[in-house]
C-alpha cells in the first residue's frame, strides 16, 4: 500500500511526508535543549569542529538535523 502510494506522482506525498517527520521530531522542536543533551561526546574531528555550535544553539542544531533528515 505504502509503495504504492510513494511510486505514484501525488501532490500531497511530500506533505505527508513532512507531516510525518514534524510529528516524529515534535518533542525535539519543542524541547532542543533536552535532545542535544544526551549527545555523547566522541573524539571525531567532524564532531569536535561543531560541537561548540551545537551546544550554543541546540534549536538550530536540531532543525539542520531535521532538514537533513528530510532531504535525504
Known amino acids: 500500500m505504502l509503495v ?23 518533542e525535539a522542536l519543542l524541547q532542543p535543549g533536552t535532545a542535544i543533551a544526551d549527545m555523547m561526546p566522541t573524539q571525531t574531528p567532524l564532531f569536535r569542529l561543531i560541537s561548540p555550535y551545537i551546544l550554543k544553539y541546540p534549536f538550530t542544531a536540531v532543525l539542520l538535523s531535521f532538514f537533513l533528515l528530510m532531504i535525504q
Open 4 to 26: 504504492k502510494l510513494f511510486s505514484r506522482g501525488y501532490w500531497f506525498t511530500p506533505v505527508l511526508l513532512l507531516v510525518t517527520g514534524l510529528l516524529l521530531w515534535f
